[in-house]
Protein backbone atom coordinates (compact mmCIF):
# COMPACT_ATOMS: atom_id res chain seq x y z
CA UNK A 1 0.00 0.00 0.00
CA UNK A 2 1.43 3.60 -0.92
CA UNK A 3 1.02 5.96 1.88
CA UNK A 4 1.45 8.80 0.01
CA UNK A 5 -1.98 8.67 -1.66
CA UNK A 6 -3.36 9.37 1.44
CA UNK A 7 -0.73 12.35 2.66
CA UNK A 8 -3.26 14.86 3.29
CA UNK A 9 -5.23 12.85 5.64
CA UNK A 10 -1.89 11.14 7.26
CA UNK A 11 -0.84 14.33 8.21
CA UNK A 12 -4.36 16.13 9.08
CA UNK A 13 -4.60 12.73 11.62
CA UNK A 14 -1.53 13.59 13.32
CA UNK A 15 -2.07 16.80 13.86
CA UNK A 16 -5.57 15.65 15.80
CA UNK A 17 -3.45 13.26 17.83
CA UNK A 18 -1.18 15.49 18.42
CA UNK A 19 -3.54 18.37 19.90
CA UNK A 20 -5.46 15.18 21.51
CA UNK A 21 -2.18 14.57 23.39
CA UNK A 22 -1.49 18.28 23.98
CA UNK A 23 -5.37 18.31 25.55
CA UNK A 24 -4.17 15.68 28.14
CA UNK A 25 -1.72 17.37 29.38
CA UNK A 26 -4.00 19.78 30.04
CA UNK A 27 -1.54 22.46 29.48
CA UNK A 28 -3.04 25.49 26.92
CA UNK A 29 -0.25 27.08 25.24
CA UNK A 30 -1.23 30.85 25.25
CA UNK A 31 -3.19 32.08 22.43
CA UNK A 32 0.01 33.97 21.00
CA UNK A 33 1.64 30.72 20.26
CA UNK A 34 -1.16 28.35 19.56
CA UNK A 35 -2.07 30.28 16.36
CA UNK A 36 0.93 30.53 14.47
CA UNK A 37 1.56 26.78 15.23
CA UNK A 38 -1.51 26.11 13.79
CA UNK A 39 -0.76 28.08 11.03
CA UNK A 40 2.26 26.30 10.23
CA UNK A 41 1.09 22.88 10.98
CA UNK A 42 -2.10 23.79 8.64
CA UNK A 43 0.65 24.93 5.88
CA UNK A 44 1.80 21.78 6.44
CA UNK A 45 -1.41 20.13 5.63
CA UNK A 46 -1.63 22.06 2.68
CA UNK A 47 1.90 21.04 1.20
CA UNK A 48 1.02 17.56 1.68
CA UNK A 49 -2.72 17.77 -0.45
CA UNK A 50 -0.66 19.84 -3.67
CA UNK A 51 2.03 16.99 -2.67
CA UNK A 52 -0.37 14.36 -3.42
CA UNK A 53 -2.64 16.09 -6.15
CA UNK A 54 -2.65 14.32 -9.44
CA UNK A 55 -2.02 10.89 -7.84
CA UNK A 56 -4.61 8.13 -8.22
CA UNK A 57 -5.46 4.72 -6.76
CA UNK A 58 -7.57 2.87 -4.76
CA UNK A 59 -7.14 1.78 -1.23
CA UNK A 60 -8.43 -0.09 1.79
CA UNK A 61 -10.31 -2.84 0.04
CA UNK A 62 -11.86 -0.40 -2.75
CA UNK A 63 -13.65 1.41 -0.20
CA UNK A 64 -11.26 4.61 -0.55
CA UNK A 65 -10.53 5.93 -3.94
CA UNK A 66 -7.81 8.97 -4.56
CA UNK A 67 -8.18 10.41 -8.12
CA UNK A 68 -8.21 13.84 -9.73
CA UNK A 69 -11.42 14.53 -8.78
CA UNK A 70 -11.02 13.21 -4.87
CA UNK A 71 -7.55 15.91 -4.95
CA UNK A 72 -9.76 19.16 -6.35
CA UNK A 73 -11.97 18.29 -3.38
CA UNK A 74 -9.30 17.83 -0.72
CA UNK A 75 -7.21 20.95 -1.83
CA UNK A 76 -10.63 22.91 -1.71
CA UNK A 77 -11.43 21.92 1.69
CA UNK A 78 -7.75 22.47 2.69
CA UNK A 79 -8.40 26.15 1.45
CA UNK A 80 -10.89 26.60 3.30
CA UNK A 81 -9.01 25.01 6.47
CA UNK A 82 -6.78 27.12 5.99
CA UNK A 83 -9.11 29.94 5.98
CA UNK A 84 -10.88 29.26 9.08
CA UNK A 85 -7.68 29.02 11.19
CA UNK A 86 -6.57 32.31 9.66
CA UNK A 87 -9.54 33.53 10.86
CA UNK A 88 -9.43 31.98 14.29
CA UNK A 89 -6.22 34.39 15.20
CA UNK A 90 -8.59 37.30 16.34
CA UNK A 91 -10.80 34.75 17.69
CA UNK A 92 -12.77 35.95 20.59
CA UNK A 93 -15.64 34.12 21.09
CA UNK A 94 -14.28 31.32 22.44
CA UNK A 95 -12.18 30.87 25.89
CA UNK A 96 -8.49 30.60 25.84
CA UNK A 97 -9.00 27.12 27.56
CA UNK A 98 -11.11 26.08 24.64
CA UNK A 99 -8.36 26.66 21.84
CA UNK A 100 -7.47 23.10 21.45
CA UNK A 101 -10.59 21.57 21.58
CA UNK A 102 -12.06 24.50 19.45
CA UNK A 103 -8.55 23.23 16.98
CA UNK A 104 -9.13 19.86 17.28
CA UNK A 105 -12.16 19.61 16.58
CA UNK A 106 -11.77 21.90 13.40
CA UNK A 107 -9.24 19.42 12.20
CA UNK A 108 -11.02 16.58 13.02
CA UNK A 109 -13.98 17.60 10.99
CA UNK A 110 -11.82 19.05 7.90
CA UNK A 111 -10.47 15.39 8.41
CA UNK A 112 -13.62 13.75 7.72
CA UNK A 113 -14.72 16.02 4.62
CA UNK A 114 -11.32 14.95 3.30
CA UNK A 115 -12.34 11.48 3.59
CA UNK A 116 -15.94 12.13 2.12
CA UNK A 117 -14.40 13.67 -1.10
CA UNK A 118 -12.32 10.16 -1.47
CA UNK A 119 -15.29 7.60 -0.19
CA UNK A 120 -16.45 5.18 -2.76
CA UNK A 121 -18.32 3.04 -0.23
CA UNK A 122 -21.96 3.25 1.63
CA UNK A 123 -19.70 2.43 4.57
CA UNK A 124 -16.90 4.49 4.13
CA UNK A 125 -18.67 7.99 3.54
CA UNK A 126 -20.86 6.90 6.63
CA UNK A 127 -17.96 7.02 9.14
CA UNK A 128 -16.49 10.11 7.32
CA UNK A 129 -19.97 11.91 6.86
CA UNK A 130 -20.44 11.43 11.18
CA UNK A 131 -16.79 12.69 11.59
CA UNK A 132 -17.14 15.42 10.05
CA UNK A 133 -20.73 16.06 11.53
CA UNK A 134 -19.68 15.52 14.94
CA UNK A 135 -17.29 17.61 15.06
CA UNK A 136 -19.27 20.34 13.43
CA UNK A 137 -22.08 19.99 16.20
CA UNK A 138 -19.58 20.24 18.58
CA UNK A 139 -17.91 23.58 17.10
CA UNK A 140 -21.09 24.95 16.92
CA UNK A 141 -21.73 24.86 20.52
CA UNK A 142 -18.73 25.68 21.70
CA UNK A 143 -18.77 29.47 22.46
CA UNK A 144 -18.88 31.28 25.62
CA UNK A 145 -21.68 32.89 25.81
CA UNK A 146 -24.96 33.73 23.87
CA UNK A 147 -26.92 31.03 22.63
CA UNK A 148 -24.89 28.84 21.68
CA UNK A 149 -26.31 25.64 23.08
CA UNK A 150 -29.48 26.04 21.32
CA UNK A 151 -27.89 26.03 17.77
CA UNK A 152 -26.27 23.60 18.40
CA UNK A 153 -29.02 20.75 19.86
CA UNK A 154 -30.61 22.24 16.70
CA UNK A 155 -28.07 21.29 14.46
CA UNK A 156 -27.40 17.79 15.98
CA UNK A 157 -31.14 16.77 15.89
CA UNK A 158 -31.43 17.68 12.10
CA UNK A 159 -28.19 16.44 10.96
CA UNK A 160 -28.50 13.35 13.34
CA UNK A 161 -32.44 12.52 11.30
CA UNK A 162 -31.15 13.34 8.18
CA UNK A 163 -28.40 10.87 8.59
CA UNK A 164 -30.30 8.43 9.90
CA UNK A 165 -32.53 8.77 7.03
CA UNK A 166 -29.34 8.59 4.57
CA UNK A 167 -28.29 4.77 6.60
CA UNK A 168 -32.11 3.52 5.91
CA UNK A 169 -31.80 4.96 1.96
CA UNK A 170 -28.58 2.96 1.94
CA UNK A 171 -29.83 -0.02 3.53
CA UNK A 172 -32.43 -0.39 0.34
CA UNK A 173 -29.44 0.50 -1.96
CA UNK A 174 -27.37 -2.17 -0.38
CA UNK A 175 -30.17 -4.93 -0.27
CA UNK A 176 -31.02 -4.33 -4.09
CA UNK A 177 -27.74 -4.20 -5.57
CA UNK A 178 -26.23 -6.90 -2.73
CA UNK A 179 -22.82 -4.95 -2.50
CA UNK A 180 -21.99 -1.49 -0.51
CA UNK A 181 -19.54 -0.02 -2.59
CA UNK A 182 -20.89 2.31 -4.96
CA UNK A 183 -19.33 0.54 -8.17
CA UNK A 184 -20.52 -3.00 -7.31
CA UNK A 185 -24.29 -0.83 -6.54
CA UNK A 186 -24.22 0.91 -9.93
CA UNK A 187 -23.07 -2.49 -11.48
CA UNK A 188 -25.79 -4.66 -10.04
CA UNK A 189 -28.79 -2.21 -10.30
CA UNK A 190 -29.28 -1.26 -13.73
CA UNK A 191 -32.13 -3.22 -14.43
CA UNK A 192 -34.02 -2.11 -11.27
CA UNK A 193 -32.86 1.86 -11.26
CA UNK A 194 -36.42 3.24 -12.20
CA UNK A 195 -37.89 0.58 -9.34
CA UNK A 196 -39.58 2.51 -6.06
CA UNK A 197 -37.39 1.16 -3.87
CA UNK A 198 -33.78 2.14 -5.52
CA UNK A 199 -36.02 5.86 -5.98
CA UNK A 200 -36.08 5.99 -2.39
CA UNK A 201 -32.63 4.85 -1.40
CA UNK A 202 -31.54 7.24 -3.92
CA UNK A 203 -33.76 10.23 -2.47
CA UNK A 204 -33.15 8.78 1.19
CA UNK A 205 -29.06 8.48 0.42
CA UNK A 206 -28.60 12.13 -0.78
CA UNK A 207 -31.10 14.17 1.84
CA UNK A 208 -27.78 13.83 4.39
CA UNK A 209 -25.98 15.56 1.40
CA UNK A 210 -28.70 17.93 0.97
CA UNK A 211 -28.68 18.65 4.49
CA UNK A 212 -25.16 19.55 4.60
CA UNK A 213 -25.64 21.61 1.29
CA UNK A 214 -28.28 23.61 3.33
CA UNK A 215 -30.70 23.20 0.21
CA UNK A 216 -34.83 23.65 0.95
CA UNK A 217 -36.57 21.22 2.98
CA UNK A 218 -33.28 21.09 4.67
CA UNK A 219 -32.08 24.05 5.43
CA UNK A 220 -33.70 24.93 8.70
CA UNK A 221 -30.73 24.65 11.09
CA UNK A 222 -28.38 27.44 8.75
CA UNK A 223 -29.93 30.66 10.17
CA UNK A 224 -29.91 29.84 13.54
CA UNK A 225 -26.36 28.13 13.22
CA UNK A 226 -24.98 30.92 11.34
CA UNK A 227 -26.09 33.45 13.59
CA UNK A 228 -25.02 32.18 17.07
CA UNK A 229 -22.04 30.13 16.05
CA UNK A 230 -18.54 31.73 16.21
CA UNK A 231 -17.82 33.30 12.69
CA UNK A 232 -15.03 31.48 12.20
CA UNK A 233 -16.67 28.23 12.54
CA UNK A 234 -19.50 29.53 10.30
CA UNK A 235 -16.80 30.27 7.65
CA UNK A 236 -16.23 26.72 7.95
CA UNK A 237 -19.78 25.20 7.84
CA UNK A 238 -20.61 27.88 4.86
CA UNK A 239 -17.34 26.60 2.76
CA UNK A 240 -15.80 23.47 3.50
CA UNK A 241 -18.93 21.52 4.50
CA UNK A 242 -20.37 22.88 1.34
CA UNK A 243 -17.86 21.50 -1.07
CA UNK A 244 -17.34 18.21 1.03
CA UNK A 245 -21.12 17.61 0.37
CA UNK A 246 -20.66 18.67 -3.77
CA UNK A 247 -18.33 16.29 -3.90
CA UNK A 248 -20.09 13.29 -2.70
CA UNK A 249 -23.50 14.47 -4.53
CA UNK A 250 -21.16 14.52 -7.61
CA UNK A 251 -19.48 11.15 -6.66
CA UNK A 252 -23.19 9.38 -5.92
CA UNK A 253 -25.01 11.08 -9.33
CA UNK A 254 -21.44 9.87 -11.53
CA UNK A 255 -21.73 6.17 -10.33
CA UNK A 256 -25.76 6.14 -10.09
CA UNK A 257 -26.79 8.07 -13.24
CA UNK A 258 -30.24 9.37 -12.14
CA UNK A 259 -33.73 8.51 -13.27
CA UNK A 260 -35.69 10.62 -14.65
CA UNK A 261 -37.94 10.70 -11.53
CA UNK A 262 -35.14 11.68 -9.33
CA UNK A 263 -33.75 14.67 -11.79
CA UNK A 264 -37.26 16.08 -11.15
CA UNK A 265 -37.06 15.92 -7.68
CA UNK A 266 -33.97 17.50 -7.64
CA UNK A 267 -35.29 20.16 -10.22
CA UNK A 268 -38.17 20.89 -7.29
CA UNK A 269 -35.77 20.68 -4.80
CA UNK A 270 -33.09 23.47 -6.60
CA UNK A 271 -36.69 25.62 -7.75
CA UNK A 272 -37.45 25.53 -4.09
CA UNK A 273 -33.84 26.17 -2.32
CA UNK A 274 -33.39 29.31 -5.02
CA UNK A 275 -37.02 31.03 -4.33
CA UNK A 276 -37.08 31.21 -0.74
CA UNK A 277 -33.51 31.53 0.34
CA UNK A 278 -33.56 34.60 -1.96
CA UNK A 279 -36.97 35.54 -0.79
CA UNK A 280 -36.52 35.58 2.85
CA UNK A 281 -32.82 36.89 2.83
CA UNK A 282 -34.62 40.22 1.54
CA UNK A 283 -35.62 40.86 5.38
CA UNK A 284 -32.56 40.09 7.49
CA UNK A 285 -31.17 42.39 9.15
CA UNK A 286 -28.77 40.53 10.99
CA UNK A 287 -25.51 39.97 8.50
CA UNK A 288 -24.64 36.49 9.29
CA UNK A 289 -28.63 35.45 8.66
CA UNK A 290 -28.36 37.07 5.70
CA UNK A 291 -25.86 35.06 4.53
CA UNK A 292 -27.25 31.72 5.74
CA UNK A 293 -30.22 32.54 3.61
CA UNK A 294 -28.13 33.11 0.76
CA UNK A 295 -26.12 30.10 0.95
CA UNK A 296 -29.79 28.50 0.55
CA UNK A 297 -30.23 30.11 -2.77
CA UNK A 298 -26.46 29.24 -3.81
CA UNK A 299 -26.90 25.31 -2.91
CA UNK A 300 -29.69 25.88 -5.54
CA UNK A 301 -27.32 27.06 -8.28
CA UNK A 302 -25.37 24.30 -7.77
CA UNK A 303 -27.75 21.70 -7.91
CA UNK A 304 -28.79 23.34 -11.08
CA UNK A 305 -25.27 21.73 -12.39
CA UNK A 306 -25.19 18.89 -10.35
CA UNK A 307 -28.93 17.43 -12.16
CA UNK A 308 -27.82 18.49 -15.37
CA UNK A 309 -25.48 15.71 -14.86
CA UNK A 310 -22.59 14.46 -17.60
CA UNK A 311 -19.45 16.18 -18.10
CA UNK A 312 -20.30 19.68 -18.63
CA UNK A 313 -22.91 19.82 -15.33
CA UNK A 314 -20.52 17.88 -13.33
CA UNK A 315 -17.44 20.47 -13.82
CA UNK A 316 -19.57 23.31 -13.84
CA UNK A 317 -20.72 22.29 -10.50
CA UNK A 318 -17.16 21.86 -9.34
CA UNK A 319 -15.97 25.17 -10.47
CA UNK A 320 -18.95 26.95 -9.02
CA UNK A 321 -18.33 25.57 -5.68
CA UNK A 322 -14.27 26.63 -6.00
CA UNK A 323 -15.84 30.34 -6.73
CA UNK A 324 -18.45 29.75 -4.02
CA UNK A 325 -15.72 28.71 -1.74
CA UNK A 326 -13.67 31.84 -2.33
CA UNK A 327 -16.43 34.56 -2.18
CA UNK A 328 -17.93 33.10 0.81
CA UNK A 329 -14.92 33.23 2.93
CA UNK A 330 -14.36 36.67 1.04
CA UNK A 331 -17.47 38.12 2.36
CA UNK A 332 -16.96 35.84 6.16
CA UNK A 333 -13.56 37.78 6.36
CA UNK A 334 -15.48 41.09 6.53
CA UNK A 335 -17.65 40.18 8.61
CA UNK A 336 -15.12 38.66 11.35
CA UNK A 337 -13.20 42.26 10.59
CA UNK A 338 -16.72 44.55 11.06
CA UNK A 339 -17.60 42.05 13.93
CA UNK A 340 -14.46 42.78 15.70
CA UNK A 341 -14.43 46.41 15.01
CA UNK A 342 -17.84 46.61 17.03
CA UNK A 343 -17.31 44.21 19.51
CA UNK A 344 -20.91 42.81 18.47
CA UNK A 345 -20.78 39.22 17.52
CA UNK A 346 -23.51 39.41 15.00
CA UNK A 347 -22.90 42.53 13.02
CA UNK A 348 -26.48 43.88 11.77
CA UNK A 349 -26.87 45.86 8.46
CA UNK A 350 -26.19 49.53 10.38
CA UNK A 351 -22.48 48.02 11.82
CA UNK A 352 -21.47 48.23 8.18
CA UNK A 353 -22.43 52.07 7.61
CA UNK A 354 -19.43 53.97 6.23
CA UNK A 355 -17.28 50.91 6.05
CA UNK A 356 -16.13 52.23 2.82
CA UNK A 357 -14.83 56.05 4.34
CA UNK A 358 -13.35 53.60 8.09
CA UNK A 359 -11.76 51.44 6.03
CA UNK A 360 -12.01 51.25 2.01
CA UNK A 361 -9.48 47.75 1.60
CA UNK A 362 -12.29 46.25 3.78
CA UNK A 363 -15.13 47.87 1.46
CA UNK A 364 -13.76 47.02 -1.45
CA UNK A 365 -13.28 42.90 -0.32
CA UNK A 366 -16.91 43.24 0.34
CA UNK A 367 -18.26 44.71 -2.89
CA UNK A 368 -15.95 42.09 -4.69
CA UNK A 369 -17.46 39.35 -2.83
CA UNK A 370 -20.62 40.55 -2.87
CA UNK A 371 -21.03 41.32 -6.51
CA UNK A 372 -19.24 37.95 -7.42
CA UNK A 373 -22.14 36.44 -5.06
CA UNK A 374 -24.97 38.01 -6.87
CA UNK A 375 -22.86 37.11 -10.55
CA UNK A 376 -21.66 40.22 -12.08
CA UNK A 377 -19.25 40.04 -14.97
CA UNK A 378 -16.56 39.63 -14.66
CA UNK A 379 -16.24 38.11 -11.28
CA UNK A 380 -15.45 34.08 -10.42
CA UNK A 381 -19.72 33.73 -9.48
CA UNK A 382 -20.47 35.36 -12.92
CA UNK A 383 -18.57 33.11 -14.80
CA UNK A 384 -19.24 29.92 -12.56
CA UNK A 385 -23.34 31.01 -12.96
CA UNK A 386 -22.78 31.28 -16.95
CA UNK A 387 -21.25 27.58 -17.47
CA UNK A 388 -24.03 25.98 -14.78
CA UNK A 389 -26.79 27.48 -16.40
CA UNK A 390 -25.44 26.84 -19.97
CA UNK A 391 -24.54 23.15 -19.22
CA UNK A 392 -28.11 23.09 -17.91
CA UNK A 393 -30.08 24.55 -21.11
CA UNK A 394 -27.84 22.04 -23.08
CA UNK A 395 -30.26 19.58 -20.64
CA UNK A 396 -33.25 21.03 -21.60
CA UNK A 397 -33.96 22.36 -18.53
CA UNK A 398 -34.54 25.83 -19.42
CA UNK A 399 -37.26 26.75 -17.25
CA UNK A 400 -34.95 25.73 -14.18
CA UNK A 401 -31.72 28.16 -15.49
CA UNK A 402 -34.41 31.14 -16.53
CA UNK A 403 -36.18 30.78 -13.11
CA UNK A 404 -32.75 30.75 -11.24
CA UNK A 405 -31.20 33.61 -13.67
CA UNK A 406 -34.39 35.77 -12.29
CA UNK A 407 -33.87 35.28 -9.14
CA UNK A 408 -30.14 36.31 -9.44
CA UNK A 409 -31.63 39.73 -9.96
CA UNK A 410 -33.45 39.55 -7.14
CA UNK A 411 -30.19 38.30 -4.98
CA UNK A 412 -28.56 41.67 -6.31
CA UNK A 413 -31.24 43.52 -4.42
CA UNK A 414 -30.11 42.59 -0.94
CA UNK A 415 -26.07 42.23 -1.71
CA UNK A 416 -26.36 45.71 -3.23
CA UNK A 417 -27.96 47.14 -0.17
CA UNK A 418 -25.57 45.18 2.12
CA UNK A 419 -23.13 47.59 -0.27
CA UNK A 420 -24.90 50.27 -0.17
CA UNK A 421 -24.39 50.22 3.86
CA UNK A 422 -20.95 50.13 3.02
CA UNK A 423 -20.58 52.87 0.31
CA UNK A 424 -23.60 54.99 0.80
CA UNK A 425 -24.55 55.54 4.12
CA UNK A 426 -22.21 57.70 6.99
CA UNK A 427 -20.06 56.11 9.55
CA UNK A 428 -21.76 56.62 13.34
CA UNK A 429 -20.21 60.18 14.76
CA UNK A 430 -16.33 59.74 16.11
CA UNK A 431 -15.78 56.06 14.91
CA UNK A 432 -11.87 55.70 13.97
CA UNK A 433 -10.97 54.35 11.00
CA UNK A 434 -10.53 50.73 11.46
CA UNK A 435 -7.09 48.97 11.57
CA UNK A 436 -5.67 45.93 9.49
CA UNK A 437 -2.47 44.04 10.13
CA UNK A 438 -0.41 43.09 7.11
CA UNK A 439 -1.61 39.72 7.04
CA UNK A 440 -5.23 39.99 6.93
CA UNK A 441 -4.59 42.88 4.20
CA UNK A 442 -2.47 40.35 2.51
CA UNK A 443 -5.45 37.30 2.46
CA UNK A 444 -7.81 39.34 1.90
CA UNK A 445 -5.95 40.95 -1.38
CA UNK A 446 -5.09 37.29 -2.30
CA UNK A 447 -9.02 36.46 -1.90
CA UNK A 448 -10.02 39.52 -4.26
CA UNK A 449 -7.35 38.72 -6.74
CA UNK A 450 -8.37 35.27 -7.11
CA UNK A 451 -12.23 36.21 -7.52
CA UNK A 452 -11.61 38.38 -10.42
CA UNK A 453 -8.99 36.00 -12.05
CA UNK A 454 -11.06 33.25 -11.35
CA UNK A 455 -13.82 35.03 -12.94
CA UNK A 456 -11.42 36.98 -16.31
CA UNK A 457 -9.25 33.45 -16.58
CA UNK A 458 -11.61 30.63 -15.79
CA UNK A 459 -10.61 28.47 -18.54
CA UNK A 460 -7.56 26.26 -16.40
CA UNK A 461 -9.77 25.42 -13.88
CA UNK A 462 -12.84 24.73 -15.83
CA UNK A 463 -10.51 22.04 -17.52
CA UNK A 464 -9.05 21.12 -14.49
CA UNK A 465 -12.67 20.31 -13.88
CA UNK A 466 -13.74 18.37 -16.76
CA UNK A 467 -10.27 16.47 -16.34
CA UNK A 468 -11.59 15.75 -12.48
CA UNK A 469 -14.69 14.77 -13.58
CA UNK A 470 -13.42 12.26 -16.46
CA UNK A 471 -11.19 10.32 -13.30
CA UNK A 472 -13.99 10.64 -10.78
CA UNK A 473 -16.55 8.66 -12.74
CA UNK A 474 -16.52 4.67 -12.43
CA UNK A 475 -14.20 4.36 -15.65
CA UNK B 1 -43.59 -17.32 11.97
CA UNK B 2 -42.40 -17.36 8.69
CA UNK B 3 -38.94 -16.05 8.65
CA UNK B 4 -39.39 -14.08 4.54
CA UNK B 5 -37.53 -10.91 4.07
CA UNK B 6 -40.41 -9.53 3.80
CA UNK B 7 -41.50 -9.71 7.85
CA UNK B 8 -37.94 -8.35 9.13
CA UNK B 9 -38.40 -5.45 6.13
CA UNK B 10 -41.98 -4.63 7.66
CA UNK B 11 -40.87 -4.77 11.22
CA UNK B 12 -38.00 -1.95 10.60
CA UNK B 13 -40.24 0.12 8.21
CA UNK B 14 -42.51 0.29 11.07
CA UNK B 15 -39.50 1.05 13.42
CA UNK B 16 -38.57 3.92 11.22
CA UNK B 17 -42.10 5.49 10.58
CA UNK B 18 -42.17 5.23 14.92
CA UNK B 19 -38.85 7.14 14.88
CA UNK B 20 -39.36 10.01 12.27
CA UNK B 21 -42.83 10.33 13.85
CA UNK B 22 -41.18 10.82 17.28
CA UNK B 23 -38.87 13.48 15.92
CA UNK B 24 -41.97 15.43 14.71
CA UNK B 25 -43.67 15.21 17.59
CA UNK B 26 -42.23 14.55 20.85
CA UNK B 27 -40.97 18.12 22.39
CA UNK B 28 -38.86 16.74 25.27
CA UNK B 29 -35.15 16.32 23.58
CA UNK B 30 -34.36 13.31 25.38
CA UNK B 31 -37.62 11.65 23.40
CA UNK B 32 -35.65 12.88 20.59
CA UNK B 33 -32.77 11.07 21.11
CA UNK B 34 -34.84 7.99 21.56
CA UNK B 35 -36.84 8.57 18.32
CA UNK B 36 -33.44 8.77 16.51
CA UNK B 37 -32.33 5.62 17.74
CA UNK B 38 -35.32 4.14 16.52
CA UNK B 39 -34.25 5.00 13.21
CA UNK B 40 -30.96 3.75 13.71
CA UNK B 41 -31.88 0.62 14.66
CA UNK B 42 -34.42 0.04 11.81
CA UNK B 43 -31.50 0.85 9.75
CA UNK B 44 -29.33 -1.49 11.30
CA UNK B 45 -31.93 -4.70 11.03
CA UNK B 46 -32.78 -3.51 7.36
CA UNK B 47 -28.92 -4.37 7.30
CA UNK B 48 -28.82 -7.42 8.86
CA UNK B 49 -32.15 -8.63 7.13
CA UNK B 50 -30.59 -8.00 4.23
CA UNK B 51 -27.40 -9.57 5.00
CA UNK B 52 -29.08 -12.54 5.89
CA UNK B 53 -31.05 -12.96 2.25
CA UNK B 54 -29.28 -10.99 -0.17
CA UNK B 55 -25.87 -9.67 -0.03
CA UNK B 56 -23.26 -11.29 -1.86
CA UNK B 57 -20.19 -10.85 0.76
CA UNK B 58 -21.64 -11.93 3.95
CA UNK B 59 -19.83 -10.34 6.13
CA UNK B 60 -21.14 -6.28 5.05
CA UNK B 61 -24.00 -5.92 6.39
CA UNK B 62 -22.63 -7.26 9.95
CA UNK B 63 -19.81 -4.48 9.71
CA UNK B 64 -21.76 -2.20 8.28
CA UNK B 65 -24.38 -3.08 11.56
CA UNK B 66 -21.31 -2.84 13.94
CA UNK B 67 -20.26 0.48 12.89
CA UNK B 68 -23.90 1.77 13.38
CA UNK B 69 -23.64 0.50 16.69
CA UNK B 70 -20.88 2.55 17.31
CA UNK B 71 -21.52 6.09 16.13
CA UNK B 72 -24.98 5.70 17.75
CA UNK B 73 -22.93 5.73 21.15
CA UNK B 74 -20.88 8.66 19.86
CA UNK B 75 -23.86 10.22 18.76
CA UNK B 76 -25.87 9.75 21.90
CA UNK B 77 -22.72 10.95 24.25
CA UNK B 78 -22.45 14.54 22.12
CA UNK B 79 -26.20 14.79 22.24
CA UNK B 80 -26.50 14.23 25.83
CA UNK B 81 -23.62 16.53 26.05
CA UNK B 82 -25.57 19.38 24.46
CA UNK B 83 -28.71 18.58 25.88
CA UNK B 84 -26.91 19.29 29.21
CA UNK B 85 -25.35 22.08 28.42
CA UNK B 86 -28.82 23.33 27.33
CA UNK B 87 -30.05 22.27 30.77
CA UNK B 88 -27.34 24.41 31.99
CA UNK B 89 -28.81 27.57 30.21
CA UNK B 90 -32.75 27.05 30.14
CA UNK B 91 -33.43 24.96 33.39
CA UNK B 92 -35.60 23.09 30.73
CA UNK B 93 -35.17 20.10 28.01
CA UNK B 94 -38.21 21.08 26.25
CA UNK B 95 -37.65 21.95 22.53
CA UNK B 96 -40.00 24.61 22.87
CA UNK B 97 -38.24 26.83 25.44
CA UNK B 98 -35.58 26.37 22.70
CA UNK B 99 -37.29 29.08 20.93
CA UNK B 100 -34.82 32.39 21.19
CA UNK B 101 -33.77 32.13 17.29
CA UNK B 102 -36.37 32.56 15.01
CA UNK B 103 -37.21 32.90 11.34
Known amino acids: ?475 | MSQSLESYLFISSALFAAGVYGMLARRNLVALLISLELILNSASLNFVAFNRFLLADKTAGQVFVVFIIALAAAEATIGLSLILLLYRKKHSINIEEAKELRG
Not at chain 1, 184 to 210: D, W
Not at chain 1, 269 to 298: H, P
Request: glycine share 8%; charged share 10%; with cysteine.
Open chain 1, 1 to 475: MDWTLILPETALLLLCVLLLCLMLIRKTPAAGVLSPLMGIATAGVGLAALWSFGFSGILFFSTYRVDLFSQCFKLLVWAAFFLTVFFSRSLHEIDDGRRLEYYFFLSAAALGMMMMASAVDLLTLYVSLELASYSLYLLSALKNRGRDAEAGVKYLFFGAAASGVFLWGASLLAGISGSTSLAGISENIHGLIASPASLVGMIFVCFSFLFKLSAFPLHFWAPDVYESAATPVVNFIATASKAAAVAVLARFLMFLPPSPEFVRALTAIAFASMTLGNCVALWQEDVKRLLAYSSVAQAGYILVGLLAAGGEGFSSAIFYTAAYVLMNAAAFFVVSRVALDSGHDNPRLSHFDGLAERSPFLALVLLISLLSLAGIPPLAGFTGKWILFSAAMDKGHWFLVLWAVLNSVVSLFYYLTLVKHAYLEKPKEGLPPMALPLAARTVGLALCLSIILLGIFPNALISLAQEAVLSGGLH
